[in-house]
T-cell receptor
Framework: DAGVIQSPRHEVTEMGQEVTLRCKPISGHDYLFWYRQTMMRGLELLIYFNNNVPIDDSGMPEDRFSAKMPNASFSTLKIQPSEPRDSAVYFCASSWDTYGYTFGSGTRLTVV | AQKITQTQPGMFVQEKEAVTLDCTYD???????LFWYKQPSSGEMIFLIY??????QNATEGRYSLNFQKARKSANLVISASQLGDSAMYFC???????????FGAGTILRVKS
């Protein structure tokens, strides 16, 4: 199993540009989570899906952020327009039960 | 209110000694799970150990054990025989009841000295 796959690993973009982060969960996992990690706020849950349906998006910072899961093997997190304060590491994780969570390697986003 | 509290921002331990990383949690849900993750400088999140709220025994995984004190709402991680490769950030996390989402503490940086 290749694990949770995130792309890109690093992204540098200019303020105002659209950024799309991608995630492929582990096959068979029916939960998918998007987390953001910053020095100031630690690891924050942004949104999570169950069977491709968004369950809780209360952590999404504002309307500039959106997430989709069009099928069981793919999810995107989009920021439009991006701002310097969005600079962070974004993790995707998946699980199939209440115990087995697996994280991707993360995407380090820098907005200049 | 903080769901997960890790009071030690940083810890040092001598190689081959044991170290305890503290974690307290807050929940009114009788069904919950507690997790510890390791994040080395390379950045990945590595699962270490899990404790369910109904588990009677403290969880152990190799050199890792979880000191689960339910009445005190604490779930401390014990690393025995520390190795230089244990130097990393350690996060405690909790899953509450229905919903499956994990909430993380602020983390503890552990440095193992040779």
């Amino acid at each position: 199993d290749a694990g949770v796959i995130q792309s890109p690993r690093h992204e540098v973009t200019e303020m105002g540009q659209e950024v799309t982060l991608r995630c492929k969960p582990i096959s068979g996992h029916d939960y998918l989570f998007w987390y953001r990690q910053t020095m100031m706020r630690g690891l924050e849950l942004l949104i999570y899906f169950n069977n491709n349906v968004p369950i809780d998006d209360s952590g999404m910072p504002e309307d500039r952020f959106s997430a989709k899961m069009p099928n069981a093997s793919f999810s995107t997190l989009k920021i439009q327009p991006s701002e310097p304060r969005d600079s962070a590491v974004y993790f995707c994780a998946s699980s199939w039960d209440t115990y087995g969570y697996t994280f991707g390697s993360g995407t380090r986003l820098t907005v200049v | 209110a903080q769901k997960i509290t890790q009071t030690q921002p940083g810890m040092f331990v001598q190689e081959k000694e044991a170290v305890t990383l503290d974690c307290t949690y807050d929940t009114s849900d009788p069904s919950y799970g507690l997790f510890w993750y390791k994040q080395p400088s390379s950045g990945e999140m590595i699962f270490l150990i899990y404790q369910g709220s109904y588990d009677q025994q403290n969880a152990t995984e190799g050199r890792y054990s979880l000191n689960f004190q339910k009445a005190r709402k604490s779930a401390n991680l014990v690393i025995s025989a520390s190795q230089l490769g244990d130097s990393a950030m350690y996060f405690c996390a909790m899953r509450e009841g229905v919903g499956n989402k994990l909430v993380f503490g602020a983390g503890t940086i552990l440095r193992v000295k040779s």
